[in-house]
């Protein structure tokens, strides 16, 4: 088994920054790359970036790809998600995911492990 904690939520105005972290434990080598996904209220989940652990092959979704960042620290296991320029659209839980499965996955039943997701609220 895999855990994964987010942390690094909160509020912020419209504009800052928030620097997500995704600290993975127990049988880490199971999972080939991870992924941040997000959720608003009424709203499907959302693939947002993702990276192996190696962090040479990422993608990031196009309608984030200008402000978000995704990076990993694999002496950590720790994946970063560092969002910059928040608007109030970005409001949702971020939720951390791992793929088992080698090459990059971009849709939620790509990802076998979920983290308990954070919240960011981006107030004006």
């Known amino acids: 088994q895999v855990q994964l904690v987010e942390s690094g939520g909160g509020l912020v105005q419209a504009g800052g920054s928030l620097k997500l972290s995704c600290a993975a434990s127990g049988r880490t080598s199971e999972t080939a790359s991870m992924a941040w996904f997000r959720q608003a209220p009424g709203k499907e989940r959302e693939f947002l970036a993702t990276?192996?652990?190696?962090?040479?092959?990422?993608t990031t979704e196009m309608s984030v790809q200008d402000r978000f960042t995704i990076s990993v620290d694999s002496s950590k296991n720790t994946v970063y998600l560092t969002m910059n320029n928040l608007e109030l659209e970005d409001t949702a839980i971020y939720y951390c995911?791992?793929?088992?499965?080698?090459?990059?996955?971009?849709?939620?039943?790509?990802?076998?492990?979920w983290g308990q997701g954070t919240q960011v609220t981006v107030s004006s």
């Open positions: 995911a791992g793929r088992k499965e080698v090459g990059l996955g971009y849709k939620k039943n790509d990802y076998f492990y």
């Open positions: 990276i192996n652990w190696s962090g040479d092959s990422t």
